[in-house]
């Protein structure tokens, strides 16, 4: 008689071998997820736990194993693909080798990062995805002094565990595109809070490309408080109501695009006839929009599949590439093109 059948309420491990006809190592093999279970059996225990209403005791295997079987991630915003994509793909990994995630939004803000990154690791988390390079000064002394496995994403840092990207040298390639087009009028929006490194690097990268021409981005063409697409076609409102309105607008990431391309459309301007409007990321939806958005392509999965690895990797005392580059790649779509005739 199980202690549930006896009116204790409580199912053991014993009860679901039982029920499923298996032992009660491979009932502990299933609850870990352990790929090593015929497909049959795994079903049969799976069954056998939702009849029974078996609820895994995380605290006693904690005990046990000194893990939690838990890993935390922080990240800036859930509101666009670009951390939602990478956050999807690094999920499916870790579940797969049993592992929960447990999520937190920072809004760009370091203190509030420290603080849920605190939380999570008085929640006894063993792996931890943050987003940057630049964090809280107490952020790092924290994680080192709790021991904790850690992986930075989206930026390049030559001193701690990461995967990302060359964030300056894609915007100065994103630009060197639309120079080549004869433009020299340019507008750039983005929203960038000081701690938000991917972004500082971009412009870098697009002041880079400008001096090459010998053209300057006036502060008036620098749009750095835009985070929605609505935030996006205000400011290009703004932009086209300038002395020298620009002729190319490069946008932080696709949304904002959007928006840029909505308020040009709204002014009756053609696309990319008497503007030429860029985005970052390659969203899914950048190829279908009426005038398919000219941007940078990141492979957002590889970013969360390769911190996975990483994490995994080093909870299993295996080696982990301290480092790993993400390449990215200049989508050449309808909304780029030559400058105006009467700009030449």
């Avoid at 894609?170 to 750039?188: D, Y």
């Avoid at 941007?295 to 995994?312: F, K, N, P, Q």
Wanted: contains cysteine.
């Amino acid at each position: 008689m199980s202690d549930k059948q006896n009116g204790s309420g409580r199912v053991s491990l014993d009860d679901v071998a039982r029920l499923s006809g298996v032992s009660t190592a491979t009932v502990s093999r299933v609850l870990n997820g352990s790929t090593t279970v015929k497909a049959s059996r795994r079903e049969a225990v799976e069954k056998a736990c939702e009849e029974l209403g078996y609820v895994i005791n995380r605290a006693a295997r904690t005990l046990a194993s000194r893990r939690s079987m838990t890993i935390g991630a922080v990240v800036p915003t859930l509101a666009t693909e670009t951390f939602s994509r990478p956050l999807a793909a690094f999920q499916q990994l870790i579940h797969e080798a049993g592992y929960t995630l447990l999520l937190a939004n920072s809004n760009f803000d370091p203190e509030t990062e420290l603080k849920e990154v605190n939380k999570l690791i008085e929640y006894g988390i063993d792996g931890l995805m943050l987003v940057g390079n630049t964090h809280h000064p107490k952020l790092w002394e924290r994680i080192v002094q709790q021991d904790i496995a850690c992986v930075q994403t989206f930026s390049q840092d030559s001193e701690r565990p990461c995967v990302g990207y060359d964030s300056e040298g894609a915007a100065e390639t994103l630009a060197q595109h639309l120079l080549g087009l004869g433009h020299q009028r340019f507008a750039v929006i983005v929203g960038t809070p000081p701690s938000n490194d991917r972004i500082s690097e971009r412009l870098n990268g697009t002041h880079r490309a400008l001096q090459q021409y010998g053209l300057t981005l006036p502060d008036t063409h620098l749009i750095d408080n835009a985070f929605t697409m609505n935030d996006a076609r205000r400011a290009v409102f703004r932009l086209l109501d300038a002395p020298q309105p620009p002729t190319a607008i490069i946008c932080g990431n696709d949304l904002l695009a959007f928006g840029a391309m909505r308020a040009a459309s709204e002014r009756y301007l053609r696309i990319p006839n008497d503007i030429s409007i860029v985005g970052f990321n390659d969203y899914e939806y950048a190829e279908h929009l009426e005038h398919p958005l000219t941007t940078m392509r990141v492979d957002l999965a590889s970013i969360g599949e390769h911190a996975a690895h990483y994490l995994l990797n080093s909870l299993n005392n295996l080696p982990a590439p301290m480092q790993t580059q993400i390449s990215t790649e200049l989508i050449v779509r309808g909304s780029s093109g030559s400058v105006p005739r009467q700009e030449r």
